[in-house]
């Protein structure tokens, strides 16, 4: 029964995983490369220059969602595992329907609103699948904590040199900003349902070559444990069998995309 829990977990929260993590990157990548594009633009004689080394550590934010932030959400999923699943017998047998019922349970349960967090409007709720107010605290740590490198400087040709602390600071700011927006929550929300649609379909073939001499095939869920570890492991690959390449297609997010680096491109942005 332990077993059954943790690899349902370790499943749903992969996912939970591979979507932030390509959402996030992907907002930072373009926040970074506008300011980059208007620095080299600017007109009024400056030169912006972005050092390596405010890229490292603005770039390197991602670490604290790898890190306190995984965990925090690893630790929701598997109580809402263990809650939606846990009294589900072992030798009972399952189909892929039946499969995609338990995750829809446990999805429904990790992505409601918390009951300290209700939405005044029906829209705001029916748009809160992964509630922003708690999402944002997986993916950044409190505002306040943020990485500091040795502060602003200036390179030997006068230029700016990568505004150390107070500018990873900004970055971090508008990050921040980006994440709690509605358009970012619509985004991420497009690509949870995406993977795992493709997911449920991988998982549905997984388990019917199983078991060919059933029409509906039909597992003890103890057989039915192992495919989904399996499964797991290969959700990160970047080989066209896991998440990653079609996520990374999608029209929403490469939209999403393009808006955040033309709106960080231009001069009111960030100045």
Same mark, same amino acid.
């Given at each position: 029964q332990e077993?059954? &829990?943790? &690899? +349902? @977990?370790? +499943?749903?929260?992969?996912?939970?995983?591979?979507?932030?993590?390509? &959402? +996030?990157?992907?907002?930072?990548?373009?926040?970074? $490369?506008? /300011?980059?594009?208007?620095? %080299?633009?600017? &007109?009024?004689? @400056?030169?912006? *220059?972005?050092?390596?080394?405010? *890229? !490292?550590?603005?770039?390197?934010?991602?670490?604290? +969602?790898? $890190?306190? $932030?995984?965990?925090?959400?690893?630790?929701?999923?598997?109580? !809402?595992?263990?809650? @939606?699943?846990?009294?589900?017998?072992? !030798?009972?047998?399952? /189909?892929? %329907?039946?499969?995609?019922?338990?995750l829809a349970e446990i999805r429904q349960a990790v992505e409601a609103p918390s009951s300290g967090a209700a939405s005044t409007t029906t829209a705001a709720s029916s748009e809160a699948r992964l509630p922003a107010h708690t999402l944002v605290t997986y993916l950044l740590p409190p505002e306040g904590e943020s990485t500091s490198t040795a502060g602003d400087s200036a390179s030997s040709d006068g230029t700016r040199s990568g505004a150390g602390d107070g500018y990873v600071g900004r970055l971090m700011a508008h990050t921040r900003d980006v994440l709690e927006s509605a358009d970012f929550r619509s985004t991420l929300n497009s690509c949870v349902e995406c993977a795992f649609q493709l997911s449920s379909v991988e998982l549905a073939a997984n388990i019917g070559g199983a078991d060919s001499g059933s029409s509906v095939t039909r597992l003890p869920l103890a057989r039915v444990v192992p495919i989904i570890n399996a499964q797991s492991h290969s959700l990160f690959a970047n080989n066209g069998d896991g998440l990653i390449t079609p996520l990374m297609s999608l029209d929403l997010l490469n939209q999403f995309s393009t808006n955040v680096y033309e709106a960080f491109s231009h001069e009111a942005a960030f100045d």
């Open positions: 077993l059954k &829990t943790v &690899t +349902f @977990s370790r +499943f749903v929260a992969s996912i939970y995983a591979c979507c932030v993590l390509v &959402t +996030f990157l992907r907002v930072q990548l373009n926040i970074l $490369g506008g /300011c980059m594009y208007h620095g %080299e633009m600017k &007109t009024d004689g @400056s030169v912006l *220059h972005i050092s390596s080394d405010v *890229h !490292k550590e603005y770039l390197a934010a991602v670490q604290y +969602f790898l $890190g306190p $932030g995984l965990n925090s959400l690893i630790e929701l999923v598997q109580e !809402k595992v263990q809650a @939606s699943i846990g009294s589900v017998s072992l !030798k009972e047998k399952v /189909c892929p %329907e039946d499969i995609d019922r338990m």
